[in-house]
Every structure is written in C-alpha cells, then in structure tokens.
C-alpha cells in the first residue's frame, strides 16, 4: 500500500481524482437521503471536482497499489471553533477489490498523522471527528478506533469523536 497527501499545496493529479471521482460514485451508502446524495456526488462527480476540493481546503489520504490504481481514500477537512479544533474524516471508501487488506486502517493512522502535525501548531485543543449513519457497519471499526458516539445529527446521522493521543489507528 502506497500512501500520499494531496491538498491545496500538494495537487493530485487529474487520473488520479478521476478515479477517486468514480470510486466514490461507486461506493456511496444508499442510506443517505435522496437530496443530500445527489450534492455529494455533484461535489464530487469527476476530477476537476476532486481536484477543487483540494484547492478549497479538503485533504485527501490516498491508498494506491504500484501501479497507481486508487485502493482506497479518506477526506478530511478542519472545523475551527471558539474552543476547539476538529479534523473530520468526511469519507473513508475502500474500492471492493481491496477491502480485508487493512487499508482503512493504513489511511486513518495516515490521518491521524497528519491531525498529530496540526496539534503541534494549534493553540487551541485538537480532536477527531467524523458523522456517521446509525445503521453503517462501520460505525463498529470507528468505536474499535477509539472513537465514542456523540449526539445524533441531522439525516440519522451520529457524530462520533475522539481525542488524538498515542495510541495505535
């Protein structure tokens, strides 16, 4: 598993967020609710728009094999509030052909890397976030993860957080 950063600063390229582009159409829950579904694919419907969404300000974690094919990826942006700081995971997605060769757990010790790097600069405290549907399995890997349920959101949703610490992804 080969493993890279893209944002504002380090650009992807345009193969590369197509592929991006496709697995998360092709991966997306059917749990979310019609309207919200059709925006997040329209923001993320082909390369150009992965690519803008690393210009306005998202972070992708990418897991590719050796011959550049996307295994799986993660998107993360940064809520900054009054008191506290909190790197969300906004989408984990593992293409079905790599799924049980742990790169899940690859691409969120990558996340928690880079969250660790912006502690290091932040005045303000720093945690993990993400928000999950009630009903997806893998709300059972984030709670392994460390990550405890907060209160539900909108859309069925539940927010799920932990703080960054040691510990292992």
Same mark, same amino acid.
């Given at each position: 598993? =080969?493993?890279?950063?893209?944002?504002?600063?380090?650009?992807?390229?345009?193969?590369?967020?197509?592929q991006?582009?496709d697995l998360?159409?092709?991966?997306?829950?059917?749990?979310?609710?019609?309207?919200?579904?059709d925006?997040?694919?329209?923001?993320?419907?082909?390369?150009?728009?992965?690519?803008?969404?690393?210009?306005?300000?998202?972070?992708?974690?990418?897991?590719?094999?050796?011959?550049?094919?996307?295994? /799986?990826?993660?998107?993360?942006?940064?809520v900054?509030?009054?008191?506290?700081?909190?790197?969300m995971?906004?989408?984990?997605?593992?293409?079905?052909?790599?799924?049980?060769?742990?790169?899940?757990?690859? =691409?969120?010790?990558?996340?928690?890397?880079?969250a660790?790097s912006?502690a290091?600069?932040?005045a303000?405290?720093?945690?993990? /976030?993400?928000?999950?549907?009630?009903?997806?399995p893998?709300?059972?890997?984030y709670?392994?993860? /460390?990550?405890?349920?907060?209160?539900?959101?909108?859309?069925g949703?539940?927010?799920?957080?932990?703080?960054? /610490?040691?510990?292992?992804a």
């Amino acid at each position: 598993i =080969l493993l890279n950063t893209y944002n504002a600063e380090n650009e992807m390229s345009i193969a590369m967020a197509g592929q991006i582009a496709d697995l998360f159409a092709a991966s997306y829950p059917q749990a979310h609710q019609y309207p919200e579904r059709d925006r997040d694919i329209k923001e993320r419907e082909d390369a150009e728009s992965i690519c803008r969404q690393c210009r306005d300000g998202k972070t992708y974690f990418v897991a590719t094999d050796n011959q550049q094919n996307v295994m /799986g990826f993660l998107e993360s942006s940064v809520v900054v509030m009054e008191d506290r700081c909190v790197v969300m995971m906004n989408w984990l997605m593992v293409d079905e052909a790599y799924r049980g060769q742990k790169v899940s757990t690859a =691409l969120h010790k990558q996340f928690i890397a880079y969250a660790k790097s912006l502690a290091e600069k932040s005045a303000l405290p720093v945690y993990l /976030g993400l928000n999950v549907n009630r009903e997806n399995p893998a709300m059972t890997v984030y709670e392994k993860w /460390g990550y405890e349920k907060g209160p539900e959101v909108s859309g069925g949703k539940v927010f799920m957080y932990r703080a960054i /610490g040691d510990e292992e992804a």
